[in-house]
Each structure stands twice: as structure tokens, then as C-alpha cells.
């Protein structure tokens, strides 16, 4: 299973591709954090946020794509940002046919490091070991993708079947 993973982020969006199946090694495929500047036009940095997600999808061909779900924070300002963000990729791969996956931090958190009040340099160290990497992606941006990726790939399967199940079931 192929993965995409996006932190989404007005200023950094971190994008991230990981190859692999649940008890199976995993794989790096591609890693980049996409930058605009902060005092830049609202509307040009969604464009380039929004293009560069687009072309990680054409480019990696995911199976699916896994997006932070955006929760609630003090800085409103940075909710706004990163909830635009998070609704461009939801779009690009939409667009594109690909299935999203939306988790929240303390899920991926938790998935990667085993505790879902892990802090950042946690789960840069852990996504270094899991992906046999000889350093830690640098910003946070990009181990955050890649954690999302790999969360996807260890959950998404048996949330699916979960559902499916309640599906059937009539639920």
C-alpha cells in the first residue's frame, strides 16, 4: 500500500510518501515541506500549497491519502491556515479519485510512538527507526507527514474493515 501523508500548513505543509503493509517493513518514497511566505498573499500561497499537493498525488500515485484531521487551537489564525490547507489536499485527491483518511495528532501520535501525548521529537525519532533513515526529517513538517502516512498504513486497513463490518450490520 502506498501512502501520502499531508500536515497541512499555510506557511510549512509537509508532504509525505511511505510504501508498505501492516507487520511488513516500510519504505520511504518521497518527502518534502512546502513553504510560503507568511506576510505573501492568502490566496497565491493556497494556489502553491494546492499545486504541490496535486502534483505529490499525479507524481507518487497513492492509494490513499491521509490528511491531519484539524483540531482546535488557541491561535485562530493557525487553525484558519491549516484547516484551508487540510481542505485543498482532501480536493487534490479527491479530484484525482483517491481515497482520504483523516486522523487526528493524538491518533497518529500514538500509532508511531505508542502514546498519543508524544512530542514532536518523539515522533521524528520513531519515524527515523521505522523508516530506517539515517537522519530525522527536518522541519517537524516532514516527519509529521510521514507519520501520518504510517499511520494510515498500520490503521487505515482495520478501519476499514471496521466500518464495512458496521455497514453490514446495519449500523
Not at 40 to 66: K, N, Y
Not at 68 to 94: C, K, W, Y
Amino acid at each position: 500500500m502506498r501512502v501520502l501523508g499531508v500536515d497541512p500548513g499555510l506557511t510549512r505543509c509537509g508532504i509525505g510518501v511511505v510504501e508498505g503493509a501492516p507487520g511488513r517493513p516500510l519504505r520511504l518514497v518521497h518527502v518534502e515541506v512546502v513553504r510560503t511566505p507568511a506576510d505573501g498573499e492568502v490566496g497565491g500561497r493556497l494556489v502553491a500549497q494546492a499545486d504541490a499537493i496535486t502534483a505529490a498525488i499525479t507524481t507518487h500515485r497513492p492509494d490513499v491519502v491521509a490528511v491531519e484531521r484539524v483540531f482546535s487551537q488557541h491561535n485562530v489564525r493557525t487553525v484558519m491556515g491549516t484547516a484551508q490547507v487540510a481542505g485543498l489536499a482532501i480536493v487534490a485527491a479527491t479530484r484525482a479519485g483517491v481515497p482520504v483518511a483523516l486522523h487526528t495528532p493524538s491518533e497518529v501520535k500514538a500509532a508511531v510512538t505508542g502514546s498519543g501525548t508524544a512530542d514532536k521529537a518523539q515522533v521524528g525519532a520513531m519515524v527515523t527507526r521505522l523508516l530506517r533513515l539515517v537522519e530525522t526529517p527536518k522541519p517537524a513538517d516532514a516527519a509529521d507527514a510521514l507519520a501520518l502516512a504510517i499511520c494510515q498504513v498500520w490503521r487505515g486497513s482495520a478501519q476499514a474493515r471496521l466500518r464495512g463490518a458496521l455497514a453490514q450490520a446495519g449500523r
